[in-house]
């Protein structure tokens, strides 16, 4: 089973940016949806950003136009890009690797703060 450890997280200000990173210990074959999810405190794990196989993504409507997930095959690595950054954004940063009807794989999660 892959294991997929997250960094880049930290605190920034509002308005401020940062880059999260999800490296895989194995190839993130052709059948892995990979994606972003995010956790508060009292409150469910929510999608942030998706992208599949065929390089299409999908983002929660609350971080369309600021975070853009990306992927390099050859490093084993899915990024998410995450720019003007709102207080609402606190939380802890999940990464996930789906395989349909095989595997669910979560990280350990970094934490992001966002606050002045």
């Known amino acids: 089973q892959v294991q997929l450890v997250e960094s880049g997280g930290g605190w920034v200000q509002p308005g401020g940016s940062l880059r999260l990173s999800c490296a895989a210990s194995?190839?993130?074959?052709?059948?892995?949806?990979m994606g972003w999810y995010r956790q508060t405190p009292g409150k469910q794990r929510e999608m942030v950003a998706v992208?599949?196989?065929?390089?299409?993504?999908n983002y929660a409507d609350s971080v369309k136009g600021r975070f853009t997930i990306s992927r390099d095959r050859p490093k084993n690595t899915v990024y998410l890009q995450m720019n003007s950054l709102k207080p609402e954004d606190t939380a802890v940063y999940y990464c996930?690797?789906?395989?349909?009807?095989?595997?669910?794989?979560w990280g350990q999660g970094t934490q992001v703060t966002v606050s002045s």
């Open positions: 996930n690797a789906n395989r349909p009807g095989l595997s669910n794989t």
């Open positions: 194995r190839s993130i074959s052709s059948i892995d949806v």
């Open positions: 992208i599949t196989p065929a390089e299409t993504t």
